[in-house]
């Protein structure tokens, strides 16, 4: 996504979604907004933190991919502030009180990089570009590397991925696959090195961590939406495949 401001009004640019209208003019939130897909959003400075509330949403959207629902009643509170030249914290905090008992908050990691374009997001629903595009599925099964089931075994186990929920990983064969908390199938990773792997049906990218013992800490998931970390929870059943 990218950021453009304007007096009074901040534009926040998406490759795949669309665009959303900020208002730093001092207004309020509309007490009945006309529901809509990205809601009704007004800002403020708190300091060197922006606050943003957003509220009138429709009710046709997930929370997450594991596919998490709200109501037209959700109010989304976000806090965005910038830590150094690439790097923006950004809490968000959800308040649905017709779906869920309490408000909750994540932490999302965002890169921040000044400077550069947006690139356009490729649909593939009735899609007419794939002969202009570069690059190919079979470009990216060139360029996977066969791991080992030693190496494949120490990654297999769950990890906490914030706003994704649960991540399930487990070896499929000679290939790691991974399931999301809210169904929808397993993944297949693609290896691209030891420790990075690609996941084509979600266009994402997994990193696995380790910590100064050796031992696989936590998952880095990079998409379009940005990073998120993803620590290694505890086994509970002793299973790995």
Same mark, same amino acid.
């Given at each position: 996504?990218?950021?453009?401001?304007?007096?009074?009004?901040?534009?926040?640019?998406?490759?795949?979604?669309?665009?959303?209208?900020?208002?730093?003019?001092?207004?309020?939130?509309?007490?009945?907004?006309?529901?809509?897909?990205?809601?009704?959003?007004?800002?403020?400075?708190?300091?060197?933190?922006?606050?943003?509330?957003?509220?009138?949403?429709?009710?046709?959207?997930?929370?997450?991919?594991?596919?998490?629902?709200?109501?037209?009643?959700?109010?989304?509170?976000?806090?965005?502030?910038?830590?150094?030249?690439?790097?923006? %914290? !950004?809490?968000?905090?959800?308040?649905?009180?017709?779906?869920? &008992? $309490?408000?909750?908050?994540?932490?999302?990691? #965002?890169? =921040?990089?000044?400077?550069?374009?947006?690139?356009?997001?490729?649909?593939?629903?009735?899609?007419?570009?794939?002969?202009?595009?570069?690059?190919?599925?079979?470009?990216?099964?060139?360029?996977?590397?066969?791991?080992?089931?030693?190496?494949?075994?120490?990654?297999?186990?769950?990890?906490?991925?914030?706003?994704?929920?649960?991540?399930?990983?487990?070896?499929?064969?000679?290939?790691?696959?991974? %399931? !999301?908390?809210?169904?929808?199938?397993?993944?297949?990773?693609? &290896? $691209?090195?030891?420790?990075?792997?690609?996941? #084509?049906? =979600?266009?994402?990218?997994?990193?696995?961590?380790?910590?100064?013992?050796?031992?696989?800490?936590?998952?880095?998931?990079?998409?379009?939406?940005?990073?998120?970390?993803?620590?290694?929870?505890?086994?509970?059943?002793?299973?790995?495949?």
């Amino acid at each position: 996504m990218k950021f453009v401001q304007t007096p009074g009004l901040l534009l926040v640019i998406y490759e795949n979604a669309p665009t959303r209208q900020i208002f730093l003019d001092g207004r309020e939130l509309p007490k009945d907004p006309n529901p809509s897909w990205m809601g009704y959003s007004v800002g403020r400075w708190e300091g060197d933190t922006l606050v943003v509330d957003t509220a009138g949403f429709n009710d046709r959207t997930w929370l997450d991919l594991a596919g998490r629902p709200h109501t037209e009643a959700l109010h989304v509170t976000e806090r965005f502030r910038r830590l150094d030249f690439g790097r923006i %914290q !950004l809490h968000m905090t959800f308040d649905d009180p017709k779906t869920y &008992a $309490k408000p909750w908050t994540i932490a999302v990691e #965002v890169g =921040l990089v000044p400077d550069t374009e947006l690139l356009e997001n490729v649909c593939h629903e009735n899609e007419k570009d794939r002969t202009h595009l570069v690059g190919s599925l079979q470009d990216e099964k060139n360029s996977e590397v066969k791991l080992s089931p030693t190496i494949l075994s120490r990654y297999a186990g769950s990890y906490g991925a914030g706003p994704l929920g649960i991540l399930r990983v487990t070896v499929d064969g000679d290939q790691l696959a991974v %399931q !999301l908390s809210g169904g929808g199938g397993r993944h297949i990773a693609m &290896a $691209k090195s030891e420790e990075d792997f690609f996941l #084509v049906e =979600l266009g994402a990218w997994l990193k696995f961590v380790n910590d100064a013992h050796g031992d696989v800490s936590h998952l880095r998931i990079t998409s379009v939406e940005g990073d998120v970390r993803a620590p290694r929870l505890p086994d509970t059943d002793g299973g790995t495949r």
